[in-house]
């Protein structure tokens, strides 16, 4: 399809030009955002006052000692997708694993489900909504949802730097966009970004006159692993009750900085100038996943994967 003609009030834009296009400012965005993100989360966290986890009422209905046979959830959304590869996700198999060491009943993102949400066109619909907009989507002329899907093959873009990002209620591995690391010859470059990949599919789905009703435009790129659906394991008798177990929740926070020390030293570019495998994430190896209907931990339905996949 012809080059895009990104407007005004694109969301994803403003970051762009407030880091006057340059991938080390865009990288910096997004790295102060989570560690910024991190720092006030464990403040929270290990503060005196912390009542416990945020836990997800829903999963906990759908998953775990408290499920409910035949609940469906009733929050219906229209998303579009990136999965990880499966080296990614043999990174966040170990993570989880560490994660369990801790907390072992806390709910882990099968493998099959996980994903990074480059877009989220709707959430929290009917079903019939739902379809309504899948169908404004298979009717458009001007963009199909196999051009979107496809559309970060010839746009690739590339993931750098994982750390384990948190608060409350969930973890995730969270990414910043390269900005020139380990680049090789006939590389492109990183001008073009994740970031970018995500103004231009916002503009895209505009295009094929869907509304957009995202929550997520702040920098991050981040594929959930792990959230909380009960706090047993936190919990311990004390003088005037079952109480939470302060120490095992400053327990969690020390695995989580210490994972995330080894990520730092094991899969970041180093100093000297080498770059460690299994660390990069190439957006556009694979085509996008559009999908449709009950997906907030990863399930739904396919609207298209492009005519690659």
């Known amino acids: 399809m012809s080059s895009l003609a990104i407007s005004e009030d694109n969301p994803f ?16 965005r997004y790295q102060n955002h989570r560690v910024n993100r991190n720092e006030q989360q464990s403040t929270k966290i290990l503060a ?6 945020s836990l997800d009422p829903i999963l906990s209905r759908l998953d775990g000692p408290g499920k409910e046979d035949g609940y469906l959830d009733p929050r219906n959304c229209l998303v579009i997708w990136a999965r ?8 966040i198999c170990f993570i989880q694993k560490e994660l369990k060491e801790v907390s072992p009943s806390i709910w882990l993102m099968p493998p099959q489900n996980l994903h990074t949400t480059v877009l989220e066109v709707a959430h929290s619909l009917t079903e019939k909504e739902i379809e309504h907009l899948v169908q404004t989507l298979e009717a458009s002329k001007d963009v199909t949802a196999a051009q979107i899907a496809e559309y ?10 994982p750390m384990v990002s948190f608060d409350a209620s969930a973890m995730a591995l969270s990414f910043v966009p390269a900005a020139g690391e380990n680049l090789q010859a006939g590389d492109s470059g990183d001008d073009y970004s994740y970031h970018h990949l995500r103004r231009d599919v ?4 505009r295009q094929a006159q869907l509304p957009v009703a995202s929550r997520y ?7 959930t692993i792990a959230r909380f659906i009960n706090n047993e394991d936190f919990l311990v008798q004390g003088a005037e009750g079952v109480e939470l177990d302060r120490a095992r929740v400053k327990l969690l926070v020390e695995k989580i900085e210490a994972i995330n020390k080894k990520l730092e030293s094991e899969f970041w570019p180093r100093a000297d100038g080498t770059f460690p495998e299994g660390g990069e994430w190439i957006v556009g190896q694979q085509n996008l996943v559009i999908r449709r209907g009950r997906l907030w931990y990863g399930g739904g339905e396919t609207v298209s994967t492009g005519s690659d996949n």
């Open 152 to 161: 970060p093959v010839a746009h690739k873009s590339r993931l750098l730097k």
């Open 217 to 223: 435009i702040v920098p991050s790129a981040h594929v």
């Open 13 to 28: 834009q403003v970051l762009i030009k407030e880091s006057d296009d340059n991938p080390t400012a865009l990288q910096l």
């Open 202 to 205: 916002f503009q895209m789905v």
């Open 48 to 53: 005196d006052s912390f009542p416990g986890w």
């Open 84 to 91: 990880p590869p499966p080296h990614i996700r043999d990174l």
